[in-house]
């Protein structure tokens, strides 16, 4: 079968299609013929060599996959050859076919394409545990994101409306981003300026944390009316004077956000602790930016202001608690089945067009969400 393999830390020099082995499941283990399979900026991460990502070398890519069941492993219930699903593998979920554990691989409803489903087991299901589970969204909440034009920018956009409704500030890493992730429901968005890399606002930051210690696809809105704009002039700007920090809490009549969702490890916590309301919660979900990670803000700066910083890691969830993460993945089927939620995706047309799409993401010119087709 064919596989994208990563054969070295690098670039896309180092990623080919090759013909591997048809791998085969083991107990409580499904093996699933991958109609689509989702990039997330883990994948970067890892092909860029950052600590913690791949043990060993080459390494299979591909994290969350759409398709059919093909094989089941002994004692697997609940399940048939056939059936539709989406699942959450290890890894090695961009090639033709991949095993996944049972207990995160999830029949796919009636009416929920496979196209758009390959986005769900780490980069929609992650935006809602975010929002829920990590970040205790409340109706009328103030939501800071950063990164705000990638996948999970893009999918959190979509997600609170159905939450009950708030108010959406996002930053990008670049200003020319701005425009997509207004269009996508954010009511103000503000370029936070080169220092954080060409990797920082990713296509989605699902950033590390999002599978692990350590953001998403490409392309989903394009790039969409502006309204009226990042600044209040659509630039996508922070605006003059006092930089983004003042940007955001201008646009919160002063009070500050609610809830910041972040991405970028500690490069951004300054600016998350200078916009938070009393009671903010701030949950740190992966170095996307690639940077040394900083110490955590003393106590009593997080106690004065009655502030939680939270941490987040889908792949912590996936092997510690996989019945949480598929609930998250059943979640988010359900508001896609009744339409509820709707998530615009780019679809490559194969595995050879997955490295240049990587090379995007790397450099920050990727917005939204990437899927990749790979079988009928």
């Not at 999970?152 to 409306?161: T, Y």
């Not at 608690?321 to 009744?338: I, T």
Request: proline fraction near 8%; hydrophobic fraction near 45%; charge should be negative.
């Amino acid at each position: 079968m064919r596989a994208l393999v990563m054969t070295a830390p690098g670039g896309a020099e180092n990623s080919q299609v090759r013909e591997v082995p048809v791998p085969h499941p083991g107990p409580g283990q499904v093996a699933v013929d991958v109609a689509h399979a989702g990039l997330n900026f883990v994948d970067v991460m890892t092909r860029r060599g950052d600590a913690a990502y791949a043990a060993e070398w080459p390494y299979r890519p591909g994290k969350e996959v759409s398709g059919t069941v093909r094989e089941l492993g002994a004692g697997v219930t609940g399940l048939a050859v056939g059936d539709r699903v989406v699942a959450a593998p290890v890894g090695a979920g961009l090639a033709e076919v991949v095993v996944a554990e049972a207990a995160l691989t999830v029949p796919l409803p009636d009416g929920v394409a496979l196209r758009e489903a390959a986005a769900v087991p780490l980069g929609l299901a992650t935006s809602v545990l975010l929002l829920t589970d990590a970040g205790r969204f409340t109706a009328g909440d103030t939501v800071l994101v950063h990164s705000a034009g990638g996948g999970i920018g893009n999918a959190v956009a979509r997600l609170v409306p159905l939450l009950g409704g708030g108010r959406l500030i996002g930053t990008v890493g670049r200003p020319e981003k701005a425009a997509a992730a207004l269009a996508s429901g954010y009511d103000h968005v503000f370029a936070r300026g080169a220092a954080d890399g060409p990797g920082a606002d990713g296509p989605g930051a699902d950033g590390p944390g999002a599978d692990g210690p350590g953001a998403d696809g490409p392309g989903a809105d394009g790039p969409g009316a502006d309204g009226p704009g990042a600044d209040g002039s659509g630039s996508g700007e922070s605006g003059s004077g006092g930089g983004p920090a003042e940007a955001i809490r201008a646009a919160t009549g002063g009070r500050g956000v609610d809830l910041v969702l972040d991405p970028l490890g500690t490069a951004a916590l300054d600016l998350d602790l200078a916009v938070a309301a009393p009671g903010a919660r701030i949950v740190l979900f992966g170095n996307a930016a690639g940077g040394a990670v900083a110490d955590l803000p003393p106590l009593g700066r997080l106690m004065a202001g009655n502030l939680t910083v939270t941490g987040f890691s889908h792949r912590g969830l996936a092997a510690t608690a996989p019945e949480r993460l598929a609930r998250a993945v059943r979640r988010v089927l359900g508001l896609l089945a009744d339409g509820g939620l709707v998530l615009p995706v780019t679809e490559l047309p194969g595995l050879d067009a997955v490295p240049a799409a990587h090379d995007a993401m790397q450099e920050g010119r990727a917005t939204g969400k990437y899927v990749v087709r790979v079988g009928g």
